[in-house]
Every structure is written in C-alpha cells, then in structure tokens.
C-alpha cells in the first residue's frame, strides 16, 4: 500500500469522512469505550484516530485523550470538533502511527478503532503501541476481519480495495490474536460481532468516480449472482446490507520482571 | 456439578444479570451477540462470570474460539472445561 495514497485520499475526504454514518455511530463508540473499561482515571490515546469519532467520545470519559493519525485533514477536522465540542482534555497530533513519538509507558489506554485494515506494516504499529502504554495498561484494537472462507474473502477484498484505494488488507482473526500473543501482552477478551453496513452508503464513504462506481457495480452484480456471496448480502427496506465482521480484541500489557541489578555478561 | 444444575445457573445468570428472556424466537442456541439482544460488554461479564463464578480457568485459545455467544455453548465449553477435555 502506498502511503501517500492513504494521505491523499483521507486529506481529501476528512469532512465526508467525518460526517459518514459508521464514523459517528455513537453505539458503536459507546459499546467499544465500554469493552474497553475507560475510565476517568485513564490517559488515552487513539491511533490512527481519524477525524477523532472514538478519541472526543472517550474524551467525555477519561481524563485526556491523544489521537494520532497520517492524515493532517483528518487532525485539523477532530481538532475543530474538539474545539466545536468545548473538550480541552482532547489534543490531536499529525504523525505516522507506524513510529509513534510517544514515551515508553505514557498511556494508560491505547485504542485503535477500524483502522488496521489499511496498515501495510500493522505488526509495527502494534508494537508501537504496546510500547506506549504502560505495563498493566490496556491494548485495543476494533476492525473489520476476514471471512473464513477463502473465496469469499478474496471477492470482498477485490471489492474494498475497488471502494477504498487505501484499504491494505483485511486481517483475520489469527493475525489480530498473534499480534497479542507476541507483543507483551496479557490477553483479556477477543469478540467477535456482525455489522450489517449499508453498501452503498460504504461505497460513498470515499470518493468516487464513474469508472469506479462502474467497477463496483459489475464485482458487485458478480457477486450477488453467486449464492456463496450473497449469502454475505442482505436487503432491508430497500436497502442492500453488507453482513461484515468484525474484530474487538483487548489485553493487558504485561509487567516485566525487573532484571536483578548487577546481571550482566 | 451435575449438567441441567449447572444449564440453571448459567441461564439464570443470563436472564437476571444480562437481562436475556429466553422464548420461541431467542433459544438456547440464539447467537445472543448476532441477534443483538447483548452487547460487547455483556461478553465481558460472561467471561468475569466463568472465571470468578464457575472458576473456569480460560486459556488464549478458549478465548479465540469464541463460543460464548449462546447458552448452550457457554454450558458445552463449561461442560468440557470441567471434564478437563
């Protein structure tokens, strides 16, 4: 994935990105701050925070919240919300997740929420973050997660990466638990739920053009054609519906024992 | 503890403390989490409920297999865990 890419498609697409339904589903936001446990106590911090959505709702929570993300249109949208929202326990930095300037042990809390699946180098971001919470602190992540089936995740990651030119790779639910596993960390709770998005609103989620939307529709009419696939897609009121898992994992970071003083080689 | 002692205490813990009501449409084996009758955190209190309750002890991999999502998969899981399988 190149990162310029995601720069450019998120710097031009922060407003729209702001103001789309998944962004601003508030139970959403309110079901992940409580997996999370945040509390008013808790100094979080939000990676690859977007316009902010998850970062301002916990900052009505916690005592501060940091969201880091690559995008600067992304950052100057949720520092405006924060200011719009009167939140002054909320700051926002622009900086690539994949080198978090932060302390070792800073945090008390780091959350990323539905961005994994456009990190080319997610395990370094895991680590980063890991690094920056303090031991006993809390790691989570939430995100959308592969299909089990090999032919239905290779058709819907043909089609993310048709709707989203920034989308990496949706991981599976293995990657995420591994990434707990080597990393330090205790794990504490891995949830699996569906989340049924609205396609086309997800379509316009970024924008499009005609050969895109030209392109969607042709993988999209391909797919509804083959029983294995629609059986991913439901209709509701008229609408089409995207049954899409999704992954909310969280653990502990481990204490490490103190090395005795005086060990050496 | 015997299997229909052990199903009660897992259902009333589901109906008083989760707020579950089981009928025709939401049953033993109704995906709790899919059907959207709990949420996240309610996965939360069912693991604190195996493990400080039940003294389940969870593993990694219990946790990943994630079969607590209805009441007869918490009692199968529960069931197995005690018979050391």
């Known amino acids: ?265 | 503890m015997q299997t229909d002692v052990l199903e009660q205490r897992i259902r009333t813990f589901m109906q008083e403390e989760l707020l579950v009501t089981f009928d025709d449409t939401v049953t033993a084996d109704t995906d709790l989490f899919k059907a959207g009758v709990v949420e996240s955190r309610d996965y939360l209190r069912i693991v604190k409920f195996l493990q400080e309750d039940l003294r389940v002890a969870m593993t990694d991999e219990d946790l990943f297999m994630n079969v607590l999502v209805s009441l007869s998969g918490i009692v199968d899981f529960v069931r197995k865990k005690q018979a050391g399988v």
């Open chain 1, 1 to 265: 994935m190149n990162t310029r890419l995601v720069i450019a498609q998120f710097d031009e697409g922060a407003e729209h990105f702001d103001s789309w339904s998944v962004t601003r589903d508030e139970r959403m936001l309110r079901g992940l701050a409580e997996f999370c446990g945040v509390t008013p106590d808790d100094e979080l911090l939000d990676v690859a925070c977007g316009t902010g959505a998850f970062a301002l709702h916990s900052a009505t929570l916690a005592r501060s919240v940091t969201g880091v993300d690559i995008s600067a249109g992304m950052i100057a949208v949720a520092r405006k919300n924060a200011s719009d929202r009167g939140l002054g326990n909320a700051r926002f930095v622009h900086q690539n997740v994949e080198g978090l300037g932060f302390e070792d042990d800073t945090f008390s809390m780091v959350v990323s929420r539905s961005a994994f699946h456009h990190m080319a180098r997610h395990r370094e971001v895991f680590a980063g973050m890991v690094r920056c919470c303090r031991p006993g602190g809390t790691v989570c992540i939430q995100d959308i997660m592969a299909y089990d089936e090999e032919k239905t995740d290779r058709f819907f990651e043909r089609m993310e990466v048709l709707i989203d030119r920034s989308h990496h790779r949706t991981y599976t639910k293995r990657d995420f638990f591994e990434l707990y596993r080597d990393n330090d960390t205790k794990l504490e709770a891995l949830f699996e739920s569906e989340s049924l998005l609205d396609f086309h609103d997800y379509v316009d989620h970024v924008a499009q053009t005609d050969k895109s939307r030209g392109e969607i529709a042709r993988l999209l009419d391909e797919g509804l054609a083959d029983p294995d696939i629609a059986s991913s897609f439901a209709e509701k009121d008229g609408r089409l519906l995207w049954k899409r898992r999704v992954c909310t994992i969280k653990g502990k970071k481990t204490v490490q024992p103190r090395k005795p003083s005086g060990e050496g080689y």
